[in-house]
Every structure is written in C-alpha cells, then in structure tokens.
C-alpha cells in the first residue's frame, strides 16, 4: 500500500519506487526500505508529516505515493 493511503500509525517501508533523484533525496532523511517510520498526520488532500527516528518532517504527496509501506 502507498504511504499515502495510511491514516496514521506505524508503518515499515517496503520498497521506493522513485528514480535515482528521489531516492538520493530520501537516503539523507532516512527514509530507506526497511526503516519503521510514524505518520503523524495525513489529511489526504496536502503533505503528510512523518516521524524518522525521532525527527518530524513533511513530505509531499507525490513522493508519498510512490512509496510501498507495510
């Protein structure tokens, strides 16, 4: 399921289905497959704000959607 579709909660990314630039901007935030991360607030209609070992941040809703979490 995309990142985008979770409400809430824990979730464990699963694979990154970006290009080679995504991935490079992701990488630096620790946004990895196999990394646990919290969905602090999802709104579906703007940007999702998330928790990555402790550090908040927001991350935009294209990128979301091309990220598998289980």
């Known amino acids: 399921m995309p ?9 464990r990314i699963l694979r990154i289905d970006g290009g080679f630039g995504m991935i490079d901007r992701l990488k630096p935030m620790g946004i990895l497959p196999g990394e646990n ?3 602090v607030r ?9 928790s990555v070992k402790g550090s ?15």
């Open 56 to 70: 908040r941040m927001i991350l935009g809703r294209g990128m979301a959607q091309k990220i598998d979490v289980s």
């Open 3 to 11: 990142l985008s579709m979770v409400a809430k909660g824990r979730v």
């Open 42 to 50: 999802n709104d579906y209609t703007g940007p999702l704000i998330i």
């Open 37 to 39: 991360i919290e969905i």
